[in-house]
């Protein structure tokens, strides 16, 4: 089947400007990170949500970054006013269970440049 | 504070050597382990997780709660080894945050 889908896979974008970008689930996955993969700095972690639980948002850098995630499937990371600290590949995962036996399937990342 | 370590950026080996690929972890609790791989062109995914207790692709990691690491380890080294790996620590009973640490990218040299 289909694994995480991500969209677009590739964003450059202008200082100041507002960008978003999205993420489709594996169908039925309950769970839904986002982290950030920067060059040096691994894979930081950003946002979590879980069913209908109230999400994680410890990570989010500023309130520059929000998220949401409709109908417990498809997720919008958006970054406004974008900084070219900003500049990194964004990935998004998911997983079917609350627990660890589970992976996290990620996806292709969505790749965002900020000049 | 950085929850898990992974002192190597960089890490070198010619095919049929050892390879051994250091993470340390900080966490009071039980912890839950993991091992993620991306390979060139490819997504992250989980190579092997601590409880599981298997090799995988050759790999095995012991969880030492002792000297709080979990160490990759692989006899013999294959080309097809290279690539970026991450150590990744979970906290608590359920699923939440992962932490990853920054990555050991690893060159298999023939």
């Known amino acids: 089947g289909a694994g995480v889908s991500q969209s677009p896979s590739n964003k450059v974008t202008e200082k100041g400007k507002d960008v978003e970008l999205r993420c489709d689930p594996i169908?039925?996955?309950?769970?839904l990170y986002w982290y950030r993969q920067s060059l040096g700095q691994g894979l930081e972690f950003l946002i979590y949500?879980?069913?209908?639980?109230?999400?994680?948002k410890s990570g989010l850098p500023s309130d520059r970054f929000s998220a949401e995630r409709t109908g417990g499937s498809v997720s919008t990371l958006t970054i406004q006013r974008t900084q070219q600290e900003d500049s990194a590949v964004y990935l998004c995962?998911?997983?079917?269970?609350?627990?660890?036996?589970?992976?996290?399937?990620f996806g292709n990342g969505t790749r965002l440049t900020v000049t | 504070a950085q929850r898990v370590t992974q002192p190597e950026k960089l890490l070198s080996v010619f095919k049929g050597a050892p390879v051994e690929l250091k993470c340390n972890y900080s966490?009071?609790?039980?912890?839950?382990l993991f091992w993620y791989v991306q390979y060139s062109r490819q997504r992250l995914q989980l190579l092997l997780r601590?409880?599981s207790r298997e090799s995988i692709k050759g790999f095995t990691a012991d969880l030492n709660k002792g000297e709080t690491s979990f160490h990759l380890k692989k006899p013999f080294a294959q080309e097809e080894d290279s690539a970026m790996y991450y150590c990744?620590?979970?906290?608590?009973?359920?699923?939440?945050?992962?932490?990853f640490g920054r990555g050991t990218q690893l060159t298999v040299w023939p």
């Open positions: 995962a998911s997983s079917s269970r609350t627990d660890y036996n589970s992976p996290l399937h």
């Open positions: 990744a620590l979970g906290r608590g009973s359920t699923l939440g945050r992962l932490y």
């Open positions: 601590h409880i």
């Open positions: 966490y009071s609790g039980s912890p839950e």
């Open positions: 169908s039925g996955h309950t769970a």
């Open positions: 949500f879980q069913g209908n639980s109230a999400p994680d």
